[in-house]
């Protein structure tokens, strides 16, 4: 039997998906930690419906790394848009809630789905609590809800809990079982830091054998990452992980030229993030760089299977 390298990868949403895709090609062991803290659109509705924790980036995260058909795969993204009562939910996310419904708990839930799916690894969600995330703004702000944080466009100064949540202790597992840790790409304030605010889980992480490698956002997002160089968003990751506790950074090093670019600047108010390598030198973390992005359907993203690739490629060389 061959022993793979496992991987352990936290995140959430669009971003840590698109990554996914990429690692579920490679003969690797995969366990996607993912938050479970968004409260708009159907996600929200059925929070509030159901008293449960969010399914939205959980059955997303799912779907990315199952081998399902794309018949299947239409299946699970399909929306009640024409019916007012089903609420433009997705079979996805009402397929985890109907599960969640019928055995309690996301443990006994995500692995009928996964056999369902043929999901290629694990899926497990930070915490089984059903807690809302809060952000402090630079005008002295509270922000309730990861819909409001991303909505707001406001300078974040901070990320908490509104209650205390325990971490799920399968993650816990992962983690000092783990080859390799990332921090996927995705929204720094409300995907990959929510996985940082608790002390417990942070020690884990820290006394990991394994190495920890951020894969860098493409762009900025305003009021989260404004301004930022691939150097500021280690820091702000490592002001909650620890100095110095990050290892690897993955991130693109290709000027990025089109009315696209434009467009995210006037219109979204997102930049190209910058890879400032002096900085990272002085750091002390190693720098892996390529063209790391594509444009898929008008919006710029990781390149998945380039960005496989690289950290298939870390992990081989025996770093």
Known sequence: MINLKKVVIFGGGSGLSQILKGLKLFPLDVTAV??????????????????IPAVGDISKVLLSMSDCNNDVRELMN????????????????????????????FASSLPILENILNVKGKVLPISEDNVDLIAYTTDGKK?????????????????????????????IKAVKEADLVIFSSGS?????????????????????????????????????T??????????????????????????NGVKMNSNLVKKYATKEQKGQVELDLPALEKMGVKVISDKLYKIENNVYRHDELKTAYLVFSYLMDGE
């Open 78 to 105: 399909y929306r009640f848009k024409k019916s007012k009562s089903l609420g433009n939910h997705s079979i996805k996310n009402l397929l985890l809630t109907a599960l969640l419904d019928l055995k309690g708990s």
């Open 188 to 224: 720094l304030m409300t995907s990959i830091i929510p996985h940082l605010l608790n002390d417990e889980l942070n020690k884990v992480i820290n006394k990991s054998k394994a190495k920890k490698m951020y894969i860098c956002n493409l762009f900025t997002q305003p009021g989260e």
């Open 226 to 251: 404004s301004n930022f160089k691939v150097s500021d968003h280690l820091k702000l990751l490592e002001s909650y992980l620890g100095k110095g506790s990050i290892d690897i950074v993955l991130a």
């Open 143 to 171: 922000l309730v809800g990861e819909s409001q944080i991303t909505e707001s466009n406001k300078i974040i100064t901070r990320i908490d809990y509104s209650n205390k949540i325990n971490i799920n202790p399968l993650v």
């Open 34 to 51: 993912v938050s479970v803290f968004d409260n708009g659109k159907s996600t929200g509705r059925l929070r509030k419906d159901y008293h």
